[in-house]
């Protein structure tokens, strides 16, 4: 396209959001409008994209980060026949693909859930590391982002490793509109204040005026070019560009504009230009999905392994058997033994350093371009990768977590170590799967089993030692149980998992010699969990104590009791779990203090049993 075009798309992409702002009654036209010509630019000459085939493997890839602005991602989809006028105008109503935010679930050409700021660059280093690294079909990828979400630490975490990895594959543009959803930004107008931060990261630089055509042209062709560094577009934009009655004012953000029809008129009036876009050159995916026979590591009965120690080898004896199987660590790889998979396959192998909100994301971004990627780090540091972790989950995204160090079982380390919360906070995640083995072969299998799952997985694994109490051919279904110790005799029912079902095998056949009969269950899927296991065990028990290395919240013991939240009664139901604060102490230390080791539980095994006999 020539200027005059290029100018004309950029405001037909100005009304094309006004309008649709203005038929939901919400949403943020002037967002939208300040990046207009930026977009308008990019879809005409540089965006390398085939709308037939979004799963194309040399299509460029395009992430809007700054989500909110979605009317302009919508115009942008009409001006390339992508979607037409009627849908344009169903934004932000029951049943249309297009909401207030863009998600993958709904359009096949939105690579990832946004609108939670500052993800859509490291999400974009995750995706670009896979086109540099792995895919090797020389797709770009393009980030819009906004100038306020710049001042999330995530954005830095990604532009550090960008340039670190010297990732010329990666392009993003900032619509630095000046102002934010209350007022200013920090920085507002200054670019050089933005640019100083990102060449100190080693990343090219280029200033524009934003609603220049031909200069914002000129900087994406150079961003092109530039090899050895990735490249960041900061472009000086006014929020509200073209009307009066909204440019560059404060106080507008996330609504439709006051007169729309005024609006529209100021902005030349409705336009139904067509965009072609350029198709991109030929390729083929490169990655296997098998390529050999999976080779599990197999342990004997009665060896003490760690569970951690049986995750590494089977994730090295995975990707030995699955081309398709990527590792991130977060610097703790000698820790979560994922080292051992980057010593077999150091080229799908990809550190991340002590940067837990970046590996999730760059987990994401491999997924998109259909790796199967497990990220590791401890348990404990999981929590601040969260809001990762549920945009992963709004997009859809299949990733596997693996966290180490679980618990207070972990001992001397104290509580910043101890991973307490992980389970509650993955269990919270929409269509996750939990996972807590207790043993190095029950690992080795659920780690093969997650590859296979959807959305969001979950493994738990243990640092010190436990015992192997399974053989290695027994199987564990996603969503099962064991049931170790059970007689016609039992009196009650313990549930435990990970370190705490070996805690609850030495009360069982203490009790027993004893005289009390006690059912054990193996509860290794935490999520989906046995429901019909667990219904029989009350059924023939009558109650059920359940014990956890986790805070009694959201863990082990409520995941229980979901399984009787049907309406049927609730089984006598006794729960022991961390609840106070941990010091430093021995692991044995830690779980009597905690009142989890195997007297904890016999204690309680016969008050409940006690009382129900009283009762």
């Known amino acids: 396209m020539k200027t005059r075009q290029l100018t004309e798309l950029a405001q037909q992409l100005r009304v094309d959001s006004v309008r649709a702002a203005d038929a939901a009654g919400s949403g943020h036209p002037t967002s939208s409008m300040s990046a207009a010509d930026l977009m308008a630019v990019l879809l005409a000459h540089h965006l390398r994209y085939d709308f037939e085939r979004p799963a194309h493997p040399a299509n460029d890839r395009f992430i809007l980060s700054k989500g909110h602005a979605s009317p302009l991602l919508y115009a942008a989809y009409k001006a390339a026949g992508a979607i037409n006028e009627t849908e344009l105008l169903t934004y932000r109503k029951l049943g249309s693909r297009l909401e207030g935010h863009p998600t993958p679930r709904r359009l096949p050409w939105v690579e990832t859930a946004t609108g939670s700021l500052g993800q859509g660059l490291p999400v974009g280093v995750g995706v670009a590391l896979a086109g540099q690294r792995l895919d090797r079909t020389g797709y770009r990828v393009w980030v819009l ?25 990666l392009i993003a543009i900032v619509d630095v509109n000046r102002l934010g959803q209350r007022g200013p930004t920090r920085h507002g107008h200054d670019l050089d204040a933005y640019a100083r931060r990102f060449r100190a990261f080693d990343w090219h630089t280029v200033e524009v005026d934003g609603h220049d055509v031909e200069a914002v042209d000129r900087a994406c062709a150079e961003a092109e070019s530039t090899t050895g560094a990735p490249t960041v577009i900061l472009a000086r934009t006014l929020k509200g560009k073209g009307v009066r009655a909204v440019q560059d004012h404060e106080g507008l953000h996330g609504k439709p504009l006051p007169d729309p029809a005024e609006a529209i008129a100021e902005l030349g009036g409705v336009r139904d230009l067509r965009v072609e876009v350029q198709p991109p050159p030929a390729a083929r995916t490169l990655h296997p999905v098998h390529s050999g026979h999976l080779e599990l590591p197999r342990y004997e009965v009665g060896d003490e392994v760690p569970t951690r120690d049986a995750y590494g080898q089977a994730l090295a004896a995975l990707g030995s058997a699955r081309g398709d199987i990527v590792a991130l660590d977060g610097e703790v790889g000698d820790s979560t033994r994922a080292e ?15 940067a837990e909100q970046l590996m999730v994301a760059a987990a994401v971004g491999m997924a998109t371009r259909g790796w199967v990627p497990y990220a590791s780090t401890f348990a404990a540091f999981l929590t601040r990768a969260h809001d990762f972790v549920r945009m992963a989950s709004i997009s859809g995204s299949g990733i596997n977590l ?22 509650a906070m993955l269990r919270a995640v929409h269509g996750s799967t939990v996972l807590y ?70 009360a069982a056949d203490a009790l027993a010699e004893e005289g009390l009969r006690v059912r054990v269950i193996d509860l290794y899927s935490v999520k989906p969990v046995d429901r019909a296991t667990l219904r029989e ?79």
């Open 402 to 423: 693996v966290g180490s160090h679980a618990g207070c079982a972990i001992g001397q380390d104290g509580p910043s170590q101890m991973g307490l919360e992980d389970l």
């Open 437 to 506: 083995p207790c043993d190095a072969n029950q690992t080795a299998k659920l780690v093969a089993a997650m590859a296979d799952q959807d959305g969001i997985r979950y493994l738990r694994t243990t640092r010190g030692k436990t015992p192997v109490v399974y053989g290695p051919t027994e199987e564990f279904p996603v969503g099962g149980s064991k049931v170790l110790r059970a007689s016609f005799e039992d009196r009650l029912t313990i549930v435990a998992a990970g370190v705490t079902v070996h805690e609850a095998l030495a």
């Open 340 to 354: 051992y998979f980057g010593k077999e396959h150091p080229d799908r192998y990809f550190q991340c350093y002590i």
């Open 537 to 615: 065990a009350a059924a023939r028990t009558g109650a059920l104590l359940t014990v956890e290395d986790h805070h009694e919240e959201g863990g082990l013991g409520d995941a229980v009791l979901d399984a009787f939240l049907d309406g049927r009664p609730v089984p006598r139901l006794a729960r022991l779990a961390v609840r106070t604060m941990p010091g430093s102490a021995t692991p044995a230390e830690q779980l009597h203090a905690a009142g989890i080791d195997a007297g904890s539980v016999m204690a309680a095994a016969r008050l409940l049993v006690e009382h129900a006999v009283l009762v």
């Open 145 to 169: 982002c906004g100038d306020s979400e710049l001042a999330e630490g995530s954005v830095w975490e990604a532009a550090e490793h960008a340039g670190y990895e010297h990732l010329d594959n």
